[in-house]
C-alpha cells in the first residue's frame, strides 16, 4: 500500500480518515477475484466473527463457516458447552443448511420464538423417527391462537429432494425445480428419509459464489478463545481435544507480561494450530506476541462499537494507522495480522485490508441477525433487535466471573467496565441474515480488488493506493436516500 502523491500523515487515521483510489486494471470481474486467506486459518473471505457472547454461537459459527468464514467462541463459555458445539458445527454439511425443527405436538408460540433463529423463515415440522411431515411458514403463525400445535397449520412442501437427488441434479438443477414451483425453501432428506436439512434458492446461488472453511478432513472450521488468567494451558489442551481449528489468546490490553505467559503456555500444548494473540496497536505490541508464539496479532484498542475504553481512558488508537503499522511489523517476522473493531461498512473492510491485514473481525455489526445467540425483540413500533454488550462491560464482567472467588472480590470487579452492557442492534429487513452481511461486505471487497487491479488480498495489499480527506470528503461518497 502507498499513500497518493507520496502524502505523509501528520495524524494517526480511522477508516473514516482515508479513501482508496482508482488504479489502472485488467481485472474485468468481481468473480475474478479470490478472497482467500494466506494466514494459516484455511478461511476463503477473510472475515471472522469475534468472541462476544451476543454474537458468536453454534448457529453463526456454522452459518459463516459455510461461506468461507470462522467464528470464535467466547473465552467464558464452558469447555464442555464449546465441546459440544465443534462437534455439531463439525457435523454440520457444507451445502444443506440447518432447519428450524419442531414436532408436531409444538405450540405456535414455539415456532415464532425459533423462527427468529435462522434466516429461512419457516420451521419443518418432524415425526417422531425425525421424517419431515410438513412445514409452518412464518405467515402461517399470523392471527393463529399461539398454543395451537404446529402440526395442524403445517402446510406441506413445496419440494422435498434427497441429498442424492441434490447431487444428481446439481445447484443450479435444484434451484431451477424450486424455481418452478414458485417456493424459496426445499426440504432435504436423507437416504432413510429423515429430515437432513434445508436449502433455499440464494443459499443455493451462494453455494456456488462461496467456498466453505474445510478443515482437513471436510468438516466446517471453528476456533475458540482463552483468556490470560487461571489454568490457560488446561483450558487451551481442552480445546484442542475438542477440535478446534484455531486459538484466541484474548484480553483488552495484550501487550502485557500476563499475555507474554499465557502465550507459551498455549504453545506449549496447541501444536500446528493457527495462534491469534491481542490486542495490541504498536509494532512493539506485535513484535512480543509473536515472539511469544503467536501467529496471528489481533489489532485494536477502543474501536468497537460496544467499547468505551477510549471514552474511560483516553487508551486506543485510529484503527486505520494501528493496523498499517502491526501490520508491516508482522511481515517482517513472518506473521499476519487482524483488525479488530471499528468496520461499520464493506469500504471498512476493504480498507483494512488494504492496510495489511489478513483478516477483518466483526462483532456487533453480526449481532443483528438471526443468527446471532440472542432472541428477538421489539421496539414497540415493530422493528425487530438484538440485545449486544460489550466483552468488558459490567455485563459480561458479571458472567465471566461467576462462580470464581467470594462474592465480595466479583462485586469489586463489577465496579469498573469498559463497555456496553446492553445496546439495540437493529436487524435490517433487507438483509436480516448474517449471510446477507457477508454478500454486502464481499460484493465490495471485490469490487474494491477490481479497482485496484487485483485478483487476491496480497495484491490488493501491494496495489491498493490510499489518500486523506476530509470530513466533507467523506461526507460526500454518502449515498442520499431521499432528494435534498
Not at 508464539?293 to 477510549?310: D, E, F, L, N, S
Request: charge should be negative; charged fraction near 20%; aromatic fraction near 4%.
Amino acid at each position: 500500500m502507498r499513500f497518493l502523491n507520496g502524502q505523509v500523515p501528520s495524524t494517526d487515521l480511522t477508516y473514516g480518515d482515508v479513501f482508496l483510489v482508482p488504479t489502472r486494471s485488467d481485472v474485468s470481474s468481481r468473480y475474478d477475484v479470490d478472497l482467500s486467506t494466506a494466514d494459516g486459518t484455511g478461511t476463503t473471505i477473510p472475515i471472522v466473527v469475534a468472541n462476544m457472547t451476543a454474537v458468536a454461537g453454534r448457529r453463526m459459527a456454522e452459518t459463516v463457516a459455510r461461506r468461507g468464514g470462522i467464528t470464535i467462541l467466547p473465552q467464558d463459555i464452558p469447555v464442555d458447552i464449546v465441546a459440544n458445539v465443534v462437534a455439531g458445527v463439525k457435523n454440520r454439511h457444507v451445502v444443506v443448511e440447518t432447519p428450524v425443527v419442531v414436532e408436531a405436538s409444538a405450540p405456535i408460540s414455539d415456532v415464532i420464538a425459533l423462527l427468529g433463529k435462522r434466516a429461512h423463515g419457516l420451521a419443518v415440522v418432524v415425526d417422531n423417527n425425525g421424517a419431515p411431515l410438513g412445514v409452518v411458514p412464518a405467515s402461517a403463525c399470523v392471527g393463529v391462537d399461539r398454543f395451537s400445535q404446529a402440526g395442524r397449520v403445517m402446510h406441506p412442501a413445496a419440494l422435498t429432494v434427497s441429498i442424492s437427488d441434490l447431487a444428481r441434479t446439481g445447484l443450479p438443477g435444484t434451484f431451477e425445480k424450486l424455481d418452478d414451483v414458485h417456493a424459496n425453501v426445499a426440504v432435504v432428506t436423507r437416504a432413510d428419509g429423515t429430515l437432513a436439512g434445508v436449502v433455499t434458492r440464494k443459499g443455493l446461488v451462494r453455494s456456488t459464489v462461496y467456498s466453505p472453511a474445510l478443515d482437513a478432513r471436510g468438516h466446517l472450521r471453528i476456533g475458540a478463545a482463552v483468556g490470560i488468567n487461571g489454568d490457560v494451558a488446561a483450558k487451551a489442551r481442552d480445546l484442542v481435544d475438542a477440535g478446534v481449528d484455531l486459538l484466541v489468546v484474548d484480553t483488552a490490553h495484550g501487550h502485557q507480561t500476563k499475555m507474554l505467559q499465557a502465550l507459551e503456555a498455549v504453545r506449549s500444548v496447541s501444536g500446528d494450530l493457527p495462534v491469534a494473540a491481542g490486542n495490541v496497536v504498536t509494532a512493539e505490541g506485535v513484535r512480543d506476541v509473536v515472539s511469544a508464539g503467536a501467529t496471528i496479532a489481533k489489532v485494536g484498542v477502543g474501536p468497537g462499537a460496544m467499547c468505551t475504553t477510549r471514552m474511560m481512558t483516553a487508551v486506543g488508537r485510529p484503527q486505520f494507522s494501528a493496523v498499517l503499522e502491526c501490520a508491516q511489523a508482522a511481515r517482517e517476522l513472518g506473521a499476519h495480522v487482524w483488525a479488530d473493531g471499528g468496520v461499520r461498512h464493506p469500504r471498512d473492510v476493504a480498507l483494512a485490508l488494504a492496510a495489511g491485514a489478513s483478516q477483518v473481525m466483526i462483532g456487533s455489526w453480526f449481532a443483528g441477525t438471526n443468527e446471532s445467540p440472542g432472541d428477538l425483540h421489539d421496539d414497540g413500533t415493530g422493528r425487530l433487535y438484538k440485545e449486544s454488550f460489550g466483552m468488558a462491560s459490567a455485563r459480561a464482567v458479571a458472567a465471566r466471573t461467576a462462580g470464581s472467588g467470594t462474592g465480595f472480590d466479583r462485586a469489586r470487579k463489577s465496579l469498573y467496565e469498559e463497555g456496553i452492557s446492553t445496546g439495540r442492534m437493529f436487524l435490517d429487513p433487507e438483509r436480516p441474515g448474517v449471510e446477507d452481511l457477508l454478500d454486502e461486505i464481499t460484493s465490495g471487497l471485490r469490487s474494491a480488488c477490481t479497482y485496484a487491479g487485483a485478483r487476491s488480498l496480497a495484491e490488493f495489499t501491494d496495489n491498493a493506493v490510499v489518500g486523506i480527506q476530509s470530513a466533507a470528503g467523506y461526507a460526500e461518497g454518502q449515498p442520499l436516500h431521499t432528494s435534498w
